[in-house]
C-alpha cells in the first residue's frame, strides 16, 4: 500500500494523494490577483480553480466548485468575507458567478480539511458564455455581475439570499468593468467601448437608473476602472493607453420631469500614452500629501505612478515581463503585487518602487514534464514558447530557455545530464546547455512538420561520446539519430503510421522503441534494423505507452477511457480496463513495477496496483486536462502538468 503519511482515506478502500505543492497562476484574468485583509494571504485564479496562498508558509488552498469552466473575472469583498468568481464557457451556454464563504475556506486551511464543497454560498447563474466581471457592495450586501459581450447584461444580487433583485442592459455599447462605491451601497460604476454610466440602486422599486458621463467627442475604450476612497472621482485607463478622470458625482434618482443638477463628467485624461493600453489601475493615498495617485499597469509592461492631475512620476516607474493585468494594493499600503498576461508575478514597494519577482509559471498548456534520470531535485517542462528548469525543492523556476513563436511539445535529459534535448513545433529538435541555457545544437526539418515526441536511447558506444534518440512527427514518421559532437546523423527513418505520433518510449538498453500514435496503433521497433517488432491495434487514439521494468508487458493510455496490458512476446492483448471518466493521456510506472499512474481530461491522476488493475489512490487539483505525469528518480514523488498552465507536486512512497 501507500504510505499512510503522505496520503488520506477514500471511503472506497482509495486514497487521496498528498498534494505537496502548485506551481501555477492564470495571468491573462484582468483584476484576478487579491490579498486578504489580512494581508496573509494571496488570492489567484488557475484555470478553473481559485488558489488560496499563504505568503510565510506558500501553502495552498484550493477552491473547487467542481463545475468545468474556465475563471474569467474574481472579486473580493471589503471585509473579506466573501469571494467571488465569474467562468466562461466555449459554447452559449449559461455562465456561472460562484459565491464562496472566504471565512469559512481560510478555517478549513487552518484545520487541514482540502475540501471546498462546503465554503460555496451560492452559484448564480443568469449570464451567457461569459461573467465579465464582478464587484461587491461596499457593505458586501450586494454583488452585481456584468455579462460579456454575447450578454452584456448587468444583475444586482443580494448576497445572504442569491436572489436577483434587479437587472438592466449595461449598454448598447460593450462593458467591461464594473466598480462599487466605496462608502455608497446603492451606487456603482461601469465601463465599456466609448461609454461610461453612473448607476443607482432603487432597492424599493427594485430598479436600475443610470446616467451616461459626457465624453463630448472623445471616445475611447475602456477596459479597467478603479474608484477614488471619497468616491468623488474615478479612473478609467483605455486601449489607447490613456487613464481617464471622471467626476461620478450625480443626484439621486429623481421623477422624470425633474432636471438633474449634478451630472458626471469628463475631467482630464493623461497627454502621454502607455505603450499597448492601459490594462490595470488602481488608486492609492500619498501618505504625505494625501492626495490620491494612481498605479497605471500598461500593456508593455509598464508599471508607473501618475499624479492626480494625470501627469506621470519618472521617479515611480518599473517595467515587469508581460502585460500588468491585475494590481492588488497590500492592506498596509505600502506595497502592491502586479500579475502579468505571462503569469509572472511581482511585488514592488511604494516609496521605493524597486520590483521583486515572487513567482513565475508558465502561461499556456504545458506539453511534457521531465526528470533527469540521477536526480529528484529538479525537473524541466515544455511549453508555449519555452523550456523552464524547476527546483523541486524550492519550488521555483531555475532556468528558462526561450524560442519565440513556436511551442515545445516534448522534452527529454541524456543519461549524462549534459543535454536538454526539446522537440519543436517548427520540425526542429533543439539541444541545449543546462547551466546556461545556450543553444548546443539544431536538427533542422528533422520532420516535415511539427515534431511531436521524444526519447533518449540508453545506447552505449565505444568512445562513449556519441548517443542515440528517436523522435516522432506530426507526419507519422518515426527517426532513429546518432549524437556526438560534431554532427547529427539520422539512422533510421520508419514510416508505418498515418497520423500524429503522439508518444515514445525505449527500452532499457535502448534497443526498442515503443511508438503511440492517434491512427490507433501501437509499433514497437528494433532500432538495429529500422523495422517493426509488433503493432498493437485498437479502433481509438493512442496516447500513452510504457514497458514494465522487467520488459514483460507493455500498458497503454488511449482516448477511449482504457488502459490497455499488452503481451511484450507475441503483441497480443492481456486485459483492459477502465482508466478513468476520459481520455487517458498519460502513464508512468514506478522502478518496482507494482504500481503505475494515469493522468487525463477527467483532471486526476491515479495509482494503480500493476497486477490485480485496481485503483488504489488519486488526486485531484487540476483544472484542465493532464497532460503528463513524471514519477522521481527516488520514487518519492509525482509531478503532473495540465492544459491549464499548473505544475501540480504530488506526495507518493511505496
Not at 36 to 47: I, Q
Not at 111 to 116: I, T, Y
Not at 452 to 479: F, M
Amino acid at each position: 500500500m501507500l504510505s499512510s503519511s503522505t496520503t488520506k482515506q477514500h471511503s472506497d478502500d482509495q486514497e487521496f494523494l498528498s498534494l505537496q505543492s502548485v506551481i501555477g497562476f492564470t495571468g491573462s484574468v484582468v483584476g484576478g490577483l487579491h490579498y486578504t485583509p489580512c494581508g496573509k494571504f494571496a488570492v489567484f485564479p488557475l484555470g478553473s480553480v481559485v488558489v488560496l496562498r499563504a505568503l510565510s508558509s506558500k501553502k495552498q488552498f484550493f477552491l473547487d466548485a467542481g463545475i468545468d469552466k474556465n475563471v474569467s473575472c474574481v472579486a473580493m469583498s471589503r471585509d473579506g468575507a466573501y469571494l467571488a468568481t465569474g467562468l466562461e464557457t466555449p459554447a452559449s451556454f449559461k455562465a456561472e458567478v460562484v459565491v464562496w464563504d472566504l471565512n469559512k475556506a481560510l478555517d478549513n486551511y487552518s484545520k487541514g480539511v482540502e475540501s471546498s464543497d462546503d465554503c460555496i454560498l451560492h452559484v448564480l447563474s443568469q449570464h451567457h458564455k461569459r461573467v465579465q466581471a464582478v464587484d461587491f457592495s461596499c457593505d458586501a450586501q450586494y454583488i452585481t455581475t456584468l455579462g460579456g459581450q454575447d450578454d452584456n447584461d448587468i444583475v444586482v444580487w443580494d448576497v445572504a439570499t442569491g436572489v436577483a433583485i434587479c437587472g438592466s442592459s449595461a449598454s448598447s455599447e460593450c462593458s467591461h468593468c464594473i466598480k462599487w462605491l466605496n462608502q455608497r451601497n446603492d451606487r456603482f460604476v461601469t465601463c465599456g467601448n466609448c461609454t461610461l454610466r453612473v448607476w443607482q440602486v432603487c432597492m424599493a422599486t427594485p430598479k436600475l437608473h443610470s446616467i451616461d458621463v459626457s465624453m463630448g467627442s472623445i471616445r475611447r475604450v475602456m477596459q479597467c476602472l478603479c474608484i477614488s476612497d471619497d468616491d468623488s472621482f474615478a479612473f478609467a485607463g483605455n486601449q489607447t493607453g490613456e487613464v481617464l478622470k471622471f467626476n461620478i458625482e450625480r443626484d439621486d434618482i429623481k421623477a422624470y420631469n425633474e432636471p438633474n443638477i449634478h451630472h458626471p463628467t469628463l475631467s482630464c485624461y493623461s497627454k502621454e500614452r502607455f505603450s499597448k493600453g492601459v490594462q490595470s489601475v488602481a488608486c492609492v493615498v500619498n501618505p504625505t500629501t494625501g492626495n490620491t495617485n494612481i498605479i497605471a499597469g500598461a500593456g508593455d509592461g509598464t508599471v508607473q505612478i501618475i499624479n492626480p492631475k494625470l501627469q506621470r512620476i519618472p521617479t515611480h516607474t518599473v517595467q515587469v515581463h508581460g502585460a500588468a493585468t491585475s494590481i492588488a494594493l497590500h492592506p498596509d499600503g505600502k506595497s502592491f503585487l502586479v500579475g502579468t498576461e505571462l503569469s509572472q508575478r511581482y511585488s514592488i514597494d511604494i516609496s521605493t518602487f524597486t520590483p521583486e519577482l515572487r513567482e513565475t509559471c508558465h502561461f499556456g498548456e504545458i506539453h511534457d514534464v521531465r526528470f533527469p534520470q540521477r536526480s529528484s531535485d529538479i525537473f524541466i517542462t515544455a511549453s508555449e514558447q519555452d523550456i523552464r528548469v524547476w527546483s523541486a525543492i524550492k519550488k521555483r523556476e531555475l532556468l528558462r530557455i526561450n524560442v519565440p513563436n513556436t511551442t515545445c511539445y516534448a522534452v527529454d535529459v541524456t543519461a549524462s545530464g549534459e543535454n536538454i534535448v526539446s522537440a519543436w513545433s517548427d520540425g526542429k529538435i533543439r539541444s541545449f546547455f543546462p547551466e546556461s541555457g545556450k543553444l548546443q545544437f539544431m536538427i533542422p526539418d528533422a520532420h516535415s512538420d511539427a515534431v511531436t515526441s521524444l526519447a533518449i536511447c540508453n545506447r552505449e558506444e565505444s568512445d562513449g561520446s556519441t548517443w542515440h534518440l528517436v523522435s516522432g512527427g506530426k507526419d507519422g514518421r518515426v527517426r532513429f539519430w546518432r549524437i556526438n559532437e560534431t554532427h547529427q546523423t539520422m539512422v533510421h527513418s520508419m514510416k508505418e503510421h498515418r497520423r500524429e505520433v503522439k508518444a515514445l518510449v525505449c527500452n532499457a538498453d535502448g534497443s526498442q522503441v515503443a511508438s503511440a500514435s492517434a491512427d490507433g496503433s501501437c509499433i514497437i521497433w528494433d532500432l538495429q534494423n529500422g523495422v517493426r517488432i509488433h503493432a498493437l491495434y485498437e479502433p481509438t487514439v493512442f496516447n500513452a505507452v510504457r514497458y514494465h521494468p522487467d520488459e514483460s508487458q507493455y500498458i497503454t493510455g488511449s482516448a477511449n477511457n482504457k488502459i490497455g496490458f499488452w503481451d511484450a512476446y507475441d503483441g497480443s492483448p492481456i486485459r483492459f480496463i477502465t482508466g478513468g471518466d476520459a481520455d487517458v493521456t498519460c502513464l508512468d510506472i514506478h522502478s518496482n513495477g507494482t504500481y503505475f499512474l494515469s493522468g487525463g481530461a477527467d483532471k486526476k491522476v491515479n495509482v494503480w496496483h500493476y497486477d490485480n488493475g485496481k485503483k488504489v489512490a488519486f488526486g485531484k487539483g487540476h483544472s484542465g486536462r493532464i497532460t503528463k505525469v513524471a514519477i522521481s528518480p527516488d520514487q518519492q514523488s509525482v509531478v503532473s502538468v495540465g492544459s491549464e498552465g499548473g505544475i501540480f507536486i504530488w506526495n507518493i512512497c511505496t
